[in-house]
């Protein structure tokens, strides 16, 4: 309750999920997502805007953020520009872009490293800061199983959810 949370990725799937359910227990939710399908393609805002609708129809608070994740020091400002503070942060922002090793392009391996692992360490280092001067906070990173056993036509996003766990147990 009164926890002030960011959630990345929060326009569809896990990360909605994640700002709905926190939203739901009164904690104020910044729901930051770009608006691109699942591969990274596209970009629509209003993903954002009806979560954020949701929330605020259900009477939480919450607002948006439309920012990359590669830029997290912007997606974290709104936490504090709205709220003055940030408590809780879930690195949720991914995409998959899905090949065989053979034919992955390094332009495919480096979105999707950008996007989980990269936009995770920009938000995480900007919560940081905060979290430290406050004496407080949380950091959530979600991971999957692809990242411990892999999976056929991901090598590159078993490697940013196994780099996300590594980070998160340095982080601890």
């Not at 999976?151 to 078993?158: D, I, M, V």
Request: aromatic share 8%; net charge neutral.
């Amino acid at each position: 309750k009164d926890r002030v949370v960011v959630v990345t990725g929060a326009g569809a799937g896990l990360g909605r999920t994640y700002a709905l359910d926190f939203a739901r227990r009164g904690a104020k939710v910044v729901v930051n997502d770009i608006g691109v399908d699942i591969n990274g393609a596209g970009g629509n805002a209003r993903v954002v805007d009806t979560v954020v609708d949701e929330i605020r129809t259900a009477g939480g608070e919450a607002v948006p953020n439309y920012d990359s994740v590669e830029d997290g020091g912007a997606v974290v400002q709104t936490a504090i520009d709205n709220f003055g503070r940030v408590d809780v942060l879930i690195n949720n922002a991914g995409i998959i872009r899905d090949k065989t090793f053979a034919k992955m392009s390094e332009g495919d391996w480096d979105q999707v490293y950008r996007v989980h692992l990269l936009g995770a360490f920009r938000t995480t280092k900007a919560a940081w800061v905060a979290m430290r001067e406050q004496q407080f906070g949380r950091i959530i990173n979600t991971s999957s199983p692809s990242g411990i056993y892999g999976n056929f036509g991901q090598a590159n996003y078993s490697l940013a959810k196994l780099g996300l766990f590594g980070f998160t147990q340095t982080l601890a």
